[in-house]
């Protein structure tokens, strides 16, 4: 068994992650795939012969280049019952943020609560396609992705619209308390999802893609509580739109990323 490590500079997120495994899954060789997402690594535990893969990560042009490989007796173990259970938390809670946040973003006419649902179900939708994917075909999988990819792209341009609309000056100024109400109760969410991830002490790559969109998730409900802030100072609607607009942009780029899956 050889490890061999490559360094995978534009791999930022669980969307390459899954780009990677499905161009990887079908050489046989392979054994085990070990991601580094914050530090842009991955270890692939194989057996003899690194060519094929080393031309697999070049045509994804994620601007791969192979570092280092070493003999290794083990490839590593993890605990996946318990991580299966956190991710079905995880996407629980993103769920049903979208569900509430969105709802309460039409009725207190606020698009920062808006655009906030919509990075949960990016969020909601990375995780379940994790899930879903196990075992399934590449097939299956690139059908999954494209259809949560064009979801998201969909939500993302109608929100855009709107906040273009109400730049254009339709609309009512945000129900300031609400917004920094349902923001806060967010934020306490992805606060306890944080918790759970981290608890497990996981050092998988989807675990840590995990860590790391929740605590993205944290800084959006704190733009979205100081927006509200600034409406009720100012006792305007825009600090609403901008920090709408920003996090529509976030989520057209997590849309992206996600039908890159589906090709």
């Known amino acids: 068994m050889k ?12 969307s390459e992650e899954q780009l990677i495994r499905m161009k990887l899954e079908d050489i046989g060789t392979i054994q085990w795939l070990d991601f580094d997402i914050p530090n ?4 692939v535990y194989h057996e003899e012969g690194i060519s094929e893969i080393d031309d697999a990560l070049n045509s994804l042009n994620l601007n ?8 290794v007796i083990d490839i590593p173990s993890s605990n996946k019952k318990q991580e299966k259970k956190i991710l079905w938390w995880v996407l629980g809670i993103n769920a049903v943020f979208f569900v509430i946040e969105m709802t309460a973003g039409w009725l207190v006419n606020s698009m920062g609560l808006i655009a ?4 949960m179900l990016a969020d909601a939708s990375v995780y379940g396609l994790s899930l879903f994917a196990v075992g399934s075909t590449v ?3 690139k059908k999954v992705a494209k259809i949560s990819g064009y979801l998201q792209m969909g939500l993302a341009s109608l929100g855009f619209l709107e906040v273009l609309r109400r730049f254009m000056g339709v609309g009512e100024t945000p129900l300031f308390q609400w917004m920094i109400i349902i923001a806060s109760v967010a934020l306490v969410a992805n606060l ?6 981290n608890k497990a002490k996981s050092q998988e790559a989807h675990m840590r893609a995990s860590s790391i969109f929740t605590s993205n998730d944290i800084i959006v409900n704190s733009g979205v509580i100081t927006a509200g802030i600034l409406v009720y100072f100012t006792g305007s609607k825009w600090p609403d739109l901008v920090i709408g607009a920003v996090v529509f942009c976030f989520v057209m780029w997590g849309a ?7 090709k």
């Open 64 to 71: 791969s280049s192979f570092e280092t490989t070493k003999k």
């Open 139 to 141: 097939a299956r999988k």
């Open 256 to 262: 992206i990323r996600i039908l890159r899956l589906s």
């Open 116 to 119: 906030d649902s919509l990075d």
């Open 3 to 14: 490890k061999s490590t490559f360094k995978i500079t534009q791999m930022d997120c669980s």
């Open 192 to 197: 306890v999802t944080l918790w759970l991830i």
């Open 40 to 43: 842009r690594t991955l270890s």
